[in-house]
């Protein structure tokens, strides 16, 4: 009983193999067919079960073996011209034992539509053609690869349901209306490089492939990733988007290279019925709850595959640029609602885009740190202080010395000395008390202070020395005769403009000493100013206090990203 049921199937598979031979109606060569179909009668070329075989002669200028056929140049020969449209079920290309082989359709120009529905070739593609009308094809048999090189698309594209993991690959191509792939069954890898699209292409929802590979490719409307599932690979190199939408699609995290400078605020959803688009950017874009959300889900899918991928250039562009919308949406609230809660938040956001770009640039939160140092710096610079004893009196100090130098029959050394004279006065008397005990206390005193005094007036002594033998009068400015008066006033004058910019240095060197210590608040007791500048110190050490905790906060992230 066995037996019979195993030969009873041999020949019934035997029996249908025969028929659909029998039925699949076979051109000798690919120019016959051509023109069997420029002749046909009606207006459509409706066919079903064709085999088209090549004949290496007749149809040399159209047909191509080579497996490199992809990067061949295009060829200068005029086009072989189809004037129909065709709709053709399961067609084939060459004989049976070559179904499998390299084989490319080449230099033809299909004038009007062109439906394909099951290539039953397991290598086949199309090299400089030119499809004046739409193309679609639909249940793909093929098992390796439908490939598309050199070829010009002026109507629509369409690439439907694949039964097999095949590999769709478009080089070189000019797409200047709509383009369009979906997949549910076959999961095929997509290969798209130096093609240029002028009208949406769209990855429809639903669909699934394993690979997605994009090079060097140019799309001046909308690419749509929308809803769909990418199993291995998503690679975007080296391309230029205008739009994308990767809403709801399921992307391998570890395996997706998509560089954000190169889609950098071009991230939103659409409207297809009005061809309306929302990036989240403007006031009127925060009106539909669901389509931000819908935005910032994509900001955050990108971001999760650029951590895991440590690609943190990618990663801190596209965290900025989704906080952007983020402030705006909170800016949004705000002028909707003028609470406090939404202004702070708001304003929280401003402050820490220009502090630290969210917290991904700690070099520009230095930076601006240094410029609020600098800015209270310049305050205190004009307000008395006590780490600053002189104060402007320092400056009033150099002219009274240099106004004495001029007027008295004495030198530069002996003014010096004159003005330090309550300061030596005390260092004087400490040596005449000393001189005075030398009998009446230890000896050990007087051995160890008169050394001490001895140091304590040799800096004043030495630069008196040192003033002595620079000195410019030797006199009077009165009493110079009439020809050293030019060249010493210039030697004056440039001493004097010297000591003065020294006094300046040293008065800014306090202002910003007080300003870092407030800004770091590292502390000095009771608050060295008076008046307004005592509270704007405090101000100060609550913004330093706060900015550096953000910047702490900041490098922090950075490293542990």
Same mark, same amino acid.
Request: with cysteine; aromatic share 14%.
């Given at each position: 009983?066995?037996?019979?049921?195993?030969?009873?199937?041999?020949?019934?598979? !035997?029996?249908?193999?025969?028929?659909?031979?029998?039925?699949?109606?076979?051109?000798?060569?690919?120019?016959?067919?051509?023109?069997?179909?420029?002749?046909?009668?009606?207006?459509?070329?409706? !066919?079903?079960?064709?085999?088209?075989? *090549?004949?290496?002669?007749?149809?040399?200028?159209?047909?191509?073996?080579?497996?490199?056929?992809?990067?061949?140049?295009?060829?200068? *020969?005029?086009?072989?011209?189809?004037?129909?449209?065709?709709?053709?079920?399961?067609?084939?290309?060459?004989?049976?034992?070559?179904?499998?082989?390299?084989?490319?359709?080449?230099?033809?120009?299909?004038?009007?539509?062109?439906?394909?529905?099951?290539?039953?070739?397991?290598?086949?593609?199309?090299?400089?053609?030119?499809?004046?009308?739409?193309?679609?094809?639909?249940?793909?048999? &093929?098992?390796?690869?439908?490939?598309?090189?050199?070829?010009?698309?002026?109507?629509?594209?369409?690439?439907?349901?694949?039964?097999?993991?095949?590999?769709?690959?478009?080089?070189?191509?000019?797409?200047?209306?709509?383009?369009?792939?979906?997949?549910?069954?076959?999961?095929?890898?997509?290969?798209?490089?130096?093609?240029?699209?002028?009208?949406?292409?769209?990855?429809?929802?639903?669909?699934?492939?394993?690979?997605?590979?994009?090079?060097?490719?140019?799309?001046?409307?909308?690419?749509?990733?929308?809803?769909?599932?990418?199993?291995?690979?998503?690679?975007?190199?080296?391309?230029?988007?205008?739009?994308?939408?990767?809403?709801?699609?399921?992307?391998?995290?570890?395996?997706?290279?998509?560089?954000?400078?190169?889609?950098?605020?071009?991230?939103?959803?659409?409207?297809?019925?009005?061809?309306?688009?929302?990036?989240?950017?403007?006031?009127?874009?925060?009106?539909?709850?669901?389509?931000?959300?819908?935005? $910032?889900?994509?900001?955050?899918?990108?971001?999760?595959?650029?951590?895991?991928?440590?690609?943190?250039?990618?990663?801190?562009?596209?965290?900025?640029?989704?906080?952007?919308?983020?402030?705006?949406?909170? !800016?949004?609230?705000?002028?909707?609602?003028?609470?406090?809660?939404?202004?702070?938040?708001?304003?929280?956001?401003? #402050?820490?885009?220009?502090?630290?770009?969210?917290?991904?640039?700690?070099?520009?939160?230095?930076?601006?740190? *240094?410029?609020?140092?600098?800015?209270?710096?310049?305050?205190?610079?004009?307000?008395?202080?006590?780490?600053?004893?002189?104060?402007?009196?320092?400056?009033?100090?150099?002219?009274?010395?240099?106004?004495?130098?001029?007027?008295?029959?004495?030198?530069?050394?002996?003014?010096?000395?004159?003005?330090?004279?309550?300061?030596?006065?005390?260092?004087?008397?400490?040596? $005449?008390?000393?001189?005075?005990?030398?009998?009446?206390?230890?000896?050990?005193?007087?051995?160890?202070?008169?050394?001490?005094?001895?140091?304590?007036?040799?800096?004043?002594?030495?630069?008196?020395?040192?003033?002595?033998?620079?000195?410019?009068?030797?006199?009077?400015?009165?009493?110079?005769?009439?020809?050293?008066?030019?060249?010493?006033?210039?030697?004056?004058?440039?001493? #004097?403009?010297?000591?003065?910019?020294?006094?300046?240095?040293?008065?800014?060197?306090?202002?910003?000493?007080?300003?870092?210590?407030?800004?770091? &608040?590292?502390?000095?007791?009771?608050?060295?100013?008076?008046?307004?500048?005592?509270?704007?110190?405090?101000?100060?050490?609550?913004?330093?206090?706060?900015?550096? &905790?953000?910047?702490?906060?900041?490098?922090?992230?950075?490293?542990?990203?």
């Amino acid at each position: 009983m066995k037996k019979f049921v195993i030969i009873l199937l041999l020949f019934l598979s !035997q029996t249908a193999f025969c028929q659909e031979g029998a039925q699949r109606r076979t051109i000798p060569s690919l120019t016959d067919w051509v023109e069997e179909v420029n002749n046909w009668p009606d207006e459509i070329y409706r !066919q079903e079960n064709l085999k088209i075989l *090549i004949d290496p002669i007749k149809d040399k200028d159209f047909i191509s073996f080579s497996e490199s056929v992809a990067n061949d140049p295009a060829d200068t *020969i005029p086009r072989l011209t189809i004037n129909k449209r065709l709709i053709i079920w399961d067609i084939q290309f060459r004989d049976d034992q070559s179904l499998y082989s390299d084989f490319a359709l080449k230099n033809l120009h299909f004038k009007e539509r062109v439906d394909f529905y099951r290539i039953m070739n397991g290598r086949l593609s199309f090299k400089n053609c030119v499809f004046e009308n739409e193309h679609q094809v639909r249940i793909i048999n &093929t098992l390796f690869y439908l490939g598309y090189y050199d070829c010009e698309f002026k109507d629509e594209f369409r690439n439907n349901n694949p039964q097999e993991p095949l590999d769709i690959l478009f080089y070189n191509c000019q797409f200047h209306k709509s383009f369009e792939l979906s997949s549910d069954q076959g999961v095929p890898n997509v290969y798209i490089k130096n093609s240029t699209f002028e009208d949406i292409v769209s990855f429809n929802e639903t669909s699934k492939y394993n690979t997605v590979s994009i090079d060097q490719s140019t799309f001046k409307s909308d690419l749509l990733l929308s809803r769909l599932q990418i199993d291995n690979t998503l690679e975007v190199k080296a391309s230029n988007i205008s739009f994308i939408n990767l809403d709801g699609s399921k992307l391998p995290t570890e395996n997706t290279y998509l560089p954000f400078r190169q889609i950098s605020h071009k991230i939103g959803v659409q409207n297809l019925p009005d061809q309306t688009y929302f990036f989240a950017n403007k006031a009127e874009d925060f009106s539909s709850k669901t389509d931000y959300d819908h935005v $910032i889900a994509q900001y955050a899918k990108l971001l999760a595959v650029y951590k895991s991928r440590s690609e943190m250039d990618s990663y801190n562009d596209c965290y900025v640029e989704m906080r952007d919308k983020q402030t705006a949406y909170s !800016q949004y609230l705000y002028k909707k609602d003028r609470s406090f809660e939404n202004w702070l938040v708001f304003s929280l956001n401003r #402050f820490l885009k220009i502090f630290s770009d969210y917290g991904t640039r700690p070099s520009k939160a230095i930076l601006f740190s *240094i410029y609020v140092i600098l800015g209270f710096a310049l305050i205190y610079l004009f307000f008395p202080n006590s780490w600053d004893a002189h104060g402007k009196n320092r400056i009033l100090n150099r002219y009274r010395f240099f106004i004495k130098y001029l007027q008295r029959n004495a030198g530069v050394h002996e003014v010096y000395l004159e003005e330090k004279k309550q300061d030596l006065m005390g260092y004087e008397e400490f040596k $005449i008390l000393i001189s005075n005990s030398e009998k009446s206390v230890p000896r050990f005193f007087s051995a160890t202070a008169l050394p001490l005094y001895q140091w304590a007036v040799s800096g004043k002594r030495l630069t008196a020395k040192i003033l002595s033998k620079f000195d410019i009068l030797k006199g009077t400015w009165e009493d110079l005769p009439t020809g050293q008066k030019a060249w010493k006033s210039f030697l004056l004058v440039g001493t #004097f403009l010297i000591a003065l910019a020294y006094d300046l240095l040293i008065k800014v060197l306090n202002a910003l000493m007080l300003s870092i210590n407030t800004f770091t &608040t590292l502390g000095f007791g009771e608050i060295p100013l008076k008046g307004l500048p005592r509270y704007l110190a405090i101000i100060q050490g609550f913004i330093g206090w706060f900015m550096l &905790t953000i910047f702490s906060v900041s490098l922090i992230s950075q490293l542990l990203n």
